[in-house]
Every structure is written in C-alpha cells, then in structure tokens.
C-alpha cells in the first residue's frame, strides 16, 4: 500500500500485562524534557496513541511506549507510556517490556541501561537469562488510612500513595481476587475511584488518583500477597503491576512491616510474580522491581487515509 503512513511496533508480555513499542513512523515530539514531550504528545498528536493502542488495533489492557531521544546523555532513550485513554507517569512492567524490545532490536545488551521518563531518569539491569530489575523513580506515602463511603460497598479505607503513578491501595473482604472475578472487581474499584474524585480526595498538588489496587493473602505459595489493580480507563493489569508494587512496598514500610532491602513477592491476578525491593538513596525510597517479558511479535500498523477507524475505535 504505497503511500500509507505507517508504524512499526514490537509488542512484548510482561508477566502477562502487554507493551507495544512504537519504534519507527510516530513523529518525534518536541521538547527539552521528556514530560515536555509528553505534553506536546497530548496536544498535537493524540490521535496516534489512539490508534496505537485501541481497538481495532489494540485493546483497553494494551499499553504503549513512544521512544524518544533521551534527557541525559547516559540513558539509551527516552519513554512515554500511555494506554487507551491517556498517559502514564512510569509503567513498571512497561519497562520490562521496553529493555527487552531494545535488546531484541541489538540497542542494548545485558548490563545496566539508563532510561528517561516524564517522571525522572529510572534504569534496569538487564541479566543474560532475560530477567529485568529497573530501579523505579522514588515512591512516597501521601495519606495512611482514609476512609471513604463508597455507594453500594459501604465505607473502605485504604492508603494513597505515589509509585511512578497514583494509587489507592485497601483490602476487600467478600470478593476473591480471581481472575473469574474480574468483572465485580473492576465495577467495585471503579466505584472506589469514583467516590476519591468526587470527595477531592487526590494525591499531593491535586493529583488525580486513577490506580485502585486490591489485596488479600498470595495464592502462590512463594508470595508473600496477591494484586488486583485497576488502571486508569477501565482495563485491570495483568501483570502485579510495577508502580503498584512499588507503592505498597512505601506503604509497608512507612507501617514497619517492609525493611529496607527486604524482598516483597507481589503475586498478580494471573498467577505472575514480580520481586521488589526499597533502597534508601538520602531520604528518598527508591523501588527495584524484578521480573520478566518476553516478545510476542514484531508489526509494521498501516494508517490508510481511507481507513475511519485508523486513529482507533472512540
Ligand atoms: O506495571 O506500573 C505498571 C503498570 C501501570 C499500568 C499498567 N502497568
């Protein structure tokens, strides 16, 4: 089809959450800092996360990663994550799935990679058998224990805290966390986060709060607790969601219950685990998180002109 513009994209799994890297065909976004970028993305060019990501392309779980150039010299690119109805600070299983995209296209080898993000520099360890251990952007506790009435659930309290994106994480009796559970799950966390935004319940400076993660007891027995974690949109992470784990690991440990350096074992709602782990660097908590993608396929998107679902599905 000459003439069509087009795009092309490796997808990737992380423990089972997909990541679609746009490699060539997206206009580079200008901008001195990666959050400028992002901005101007969001401005100018939305129709292409559209398409990129939802359907008939994509779908709501299908998260995409724009390569840029880098802030630093030192890092290999720069990211900016986003989803079917907009973008994301960090997206910890997308940087997984970002490192192997670069190392199935030879742009890195095993060994430590510096990446930018709107949200500030992150790296990754990148090991010979696969495995990826990024090293996240400082989490921090906002608020413990807030108690909101949510309509049809009654009163839930839980903690906001910040793990490269927003989150309030609580704990539900009566709903198993399974995946044949998923379509209460979804309705009961969309609930939570309705009731936050219209109580102006937020993050610091106001910050919308658009991650609502759920907790109960590991199903595996080499976890130390199981996730469910509603994403902006209406799409649930199947993979123990980096930014999430990272969140709850600032949690537990401003309530004594997460040592530095000690491992926490985050099963997800699919049976995947992700290992994380804080380090203090001066006074700020800084998450590693471990865990794996592999490629699923690499795609050249054709946007024929003729096409009126080109920029996706509203
Ligand atoms: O792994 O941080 C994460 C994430 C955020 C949204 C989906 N996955």
Redesign the pocket.
């Known amino acids: 089809m000459n003439g069509v513009p087009t795009m092309d994209v490796i997808d990737s799994h992380?423990e089972g959450?997909p990541t679609r890297v746009v490699l060539t065909g997206w206009p580079e976004p200008p901008g001195h800092t990666i959050a400028e970028r992002r901005t101007f993305m969001e401005r100018e060019q939305d129709a292409l996360r559209r398409g990129v990501v939802r359907e008939p392309r994509g779908h709501d779980?299908v998260?995409g990663a724009l390569l840029t150039p880098p802030e630093r010299p030192t890092a290999a690119a720069g990211v900016v994550?986003f989803?079917d109805v907009g973008y994301?600070g960090?997206?910890?299983?997308?940087?997984?799935g970002v490192v192997r995209t670069l190392q199935h296209v030879g742009r890195v080898a095993p060994g430590h990679i510096e990446l930018d993000t709107p949200v500030g520099p992150v790296s990754a360890e990148l090991s010979d058998d696969g495995v990826v251990t990024i090293r996240n952007v400082p989490a921090r506790v906002h608020r413990t224990d807030v108690t909101v009435t949510v309509p049809g659930l009654g009163e839930v309290t839980g903690d906001i805290a910040w793990?490269?994106?927003w989150f309030f994480l609580t704990e539900l009796a009566g709903v198993p966390l399974t995946l044949d559970h998923r379509g209460e799950l979804l309705r009961l966390t969309t609930a939570i986060r309705d009731t936050l935004i219209r109580a102006g319940i937020t993050g610091s400076a106001g910050a919308l709060i658009d991650?609502v993660e759920l907790f109960t007891a590991p199903s595996r027995p080499d976890a130390d607790a199981r996730n469910f974690?509603l994403?902006?949109g209406s799409?649930y992470?199947r993979?123990?969601?980096?930014?999430?784990?990272?969140a709850k690991m600032a949690v537990l440990h401003a309530k004594g219950r997460l040592r530095l350096g000690q491992r926490w074992r985050q099963e997800g709602i699919v049976g995947s685990m992700?290992t994380g782990w804080l380090e203090a660097d001066g006074d700020a908590l800084v998450p590693h998180?471990q865990g794996r993608a592999f490629v699923t396929a690499r795609a050249t998107l054709l946007f024929d002109p003729q096409d009126p679902f080109r920029h996706g599905l509203a």
């Open positions: 992380t959450e779980a998260v994550f989803n994301l960090m997206c910890g299983h997308g940087l997984i793990g490269g994106n991650h974690v994403c902006p799409a992470d993979s123990p969601c980096g930014t999430g784990t990272s992700f998180i």
